[in-house]
Nanobody
Framework: QVQLVESGGGLVQAGGSLRLSCAAS????????MGWFRQAPGNQRELVAQ???????NYADSVKGRFTISRGNAENTVYLQMNSLKPDDTADYYC?????????WGKGTLVTVSS
């Protein structure tokens, strides 16, 4: 079992920036892919960004050019740098990991963008 712990959410004004962090409980192997999903009230959970152990990235169209996902120097850590935030980015953000067919989720961190 892999546990994921997120941090870095909060309240920011539109146009501002936040950085989310996620650390996995294991460093004994390199997780295949890690990423971030988000869910706003009344909406389905959606992919925001994902990065593989090889460094390939994938972004939702709505965040391309504003958000950057990266893996940290420590094994199985991932960051989401969010710039030019908009009120529509307000949501619970969940760290996500996939390894050998198994999926793991963090408990989420709230990002609120005020207009």
């Amino acid at each position: 079992q892999v546990q994921l712990v997120e941090s870095g959410g909060g309240l920011v004004q539109a146009g501002g920036s936040l950085r989310l962090s996620c650390a996995a409980s294991t460093t004994s192997f390199s997780i295949n892919a890690m990423g971030w999903f988000r869910q706003a009230p009344g909406n389905q959970r959606e992919l925001v960004a994902q990065i593989t152990s090889g460094g390939s990235t994938n972004y939702a169209d709505s965040v391309k050019g504003r958000f950057t996902i990266s893996r940290g120097n420590a094994e199985n850590t991932v960051y989401l740098q969010m710039n030019s935030l908009k009120p529509d980015d307000t949501a619970d953000y969940y760290c996500h990991a996939v390894h050998l067919g198994a999926t793991f989720w963090g408990k989420g961190t709230l990002v609120t963008v005020s207009s």
